[in-house]
């Protein structure tokens, strides 16, 4: 059993071994893409098989439950989109394929060992394997300076990030004796040290800490920099997995080793979650580059997360798990239109240069008009269909001002995703947009998060029900 409970990572971290090794055998590097794909695609499998395992292993490190599996499943999902992606964006630049792809499948190892975590240590190992291979994959286009400045950028803040939440799980460990989510909880209430300032202070750095990764403000300062100098797939990457894998730790911690102490902590969550989703909207209006663009709105919907896990309970938290699967698909879809209009990977990124593209390129442009009404939020889209879940879930938790105050953002933002198709259909073309031929692989992404987009919208009860399904163990 305690080897079952870890298999799908086993699989995951030989296909990722065995990318080093082919690497260095073989002169058409592109066979590397797709040994990522089916190492994912065996992952998959075994993780699916995996869960007649339920239950905590390695002395309670690790458990199996519906809720990691729910997430794994979304992280496995959208790797295969952006596998297909890098597919198309590395076609030309095949240096350093083999390390590329090793290190994605080690990211998302990092994430799969995340959301399985029921010890603080587990969960800071995952965290630590998941962010030390998206900072390299940050700053993988050697010759960018950007791309260098990027990786260096969020390595820098990323470890006063991670000193916040380290420090944070000493504090915790400190006055309940324990770093196991469930002792933790007992502790807390056997001991009756709710009032207990090290304990709060050690929850308010843990805050902090998960805060970096999911954007919060105002601990998003690195986002857009990250984002802008990042490889378009990296930066897809980056803004739905790295974000679904903290969100998901976070909800298990607070909920699970902290229940006792939501009065505390739910506050400050309905502050940050206010001041995330304004500063991402407002600042994300004045931005020229789209990827800039994407990022601040990356930083909104964090903002629009939090409602959730504000409202809690039989509600609030799976509406916040079918957001974050709304969320994935149509952000990937955007930065899948980015990429295909880019010329040697990061060329026409300014929101000027999409304009008439509606016209010249229809299909691009017509997907590009899905993803962004999805993300500000119209029916039938997927994106309505997340945004009402989780405002009502606010609503009937109590938190109808929160809820104002979302629907407001959620109009705000309208502005600057209905830019980008104003641009694209109602203004004449300013720059002779040539993009390279699409692959096969670019062609498939795009179908797939289009196709997603709409399905998950118009008939969203199945993604709920999973949603609502996952979470026994945080009850």
């Given amino acids: 059993m305690t080897v079952n409970t870890i298999l799908p990572e086993i699989v995951l971290t030989i296909a990722a071994l065995v990318i080093l090794l082919v690497d260095v055998w073989v002169k058409k590097k592109e066979i590397l893409g797709y040994i990522a794909l089916l190492g994912t695609a065996a992952t998959l499998i075994v993780a699916l098989q995996s869960l007649t395992d339920r239950g905590y292993s390695f002395s309670g490190m690790i458990v199996n439950d519906e809720y990691g599996l729910f997430f794994q499943l979304l992280f496995l999902a959208a790797t295969f989109v952006v596998i297909f992606m890098s597919m198309h964006y590395f076609r030309e630049n095949t240096q350093m394929l083999g390390e590329y792809y090793s290190l994605l499948l080690f990211a998302v190892l990092g994430m799969m060992f995340m959301v399985k975590a029921a010890d603080l240590v587990m969960v800071f190992m995952g965290i630590e394997t998941l962010s030390l291979a998206v900072y390299v994959l940050s700053g993988c286009l050697r010759d960018d300076r950007r791309s260098g400045e990027a990786a260096l950028k969020y390595i820098l803040l990323g470890a006063f990030a991670t000193a916040f939440l380290l420090f944070g799980i000493s504090l915790i460990f400190g006055v309940t004796g324990s770093t196991n989510l469930a002792a933790i909880a007992n502790a807390v209430a056997a001991k009756n040290i709710l009032g207990e300032p090290l304990l709060l202070l050690g929850m308010g750095l843990m805050l902090i800490g998960f805060g970096f990764k999911v954007s919060l403000v105002p601990f998003h300062m690195w986002t857009p920099d990250v984002y802008e100098g990042a490889p378009v797939p990296v930066t897809a990457f980056m803004a739905v997995g790295v974000k679904a894998a903290a969100l998901a730790v976070f909800l298990r911690v607070f909920l699970m080793a902290l229940p006792g102490l939501n009065d505390n902590w739910r506050p400050l969550l309905i502050v940050l979650s206010v001041l995330t989703m304004t500063v991402g909207n407002l600042i994300a209006i004045s931005q020229e580059n789209i990827k800039r663009m994407l990022a601040y709105s990356s930083i909104a919907h964090a903002g629009y997360l939090m409602i959730g896990m504000v409202a ?94 979302g629907v407001v953002n959620s109009l705000i933002s309208a502005y600057y995703y209905l830019r980008v198709t104003v641009m694209m259909y109602m203004r004449p073309s300013e720059k002779d947009i040539a993009p390279a031929p699409m692959r096969w692989s670019l062609v498939l992404a795009l179908v797939i998060t289009t196709f997603l987009t709409f399905q998950i919208g118009l008939f969203p009860s199945f993604y709920l029900e999973l949603a609502k399904n996952s979470i026994f163990f945080l009850k």
Avoid: C, H
Wanted: no cysteine; aromatic share 14%.
């Fill in 312 to 405: 809690g309970g039989d509600s609030g938290v799976p509406s916040m798990l079918y957001y974050l699967v709304v969320y994935t698909f149509m952000n990937l879809g955007a930065f899948a239109v980015v990429m295909a209009l880019g010329q040697k990977g990061e060329d026409n990124l300014e929101i000027n240069d999409y304009s008439g593209i509606g016209s010249r390129y229809p299909i691009l442009g017509f997907v590009m008009t899905v993803f962004m009404l999805s993300l500000a939020g119209i029916p039938p889209l997927s994106g309505f269909m997340g945004k009402f879940y989780l405002f009502s879930s606010a609503v009937k938790e109590g938190y109808v001002g929160l809820a104002v105050v």
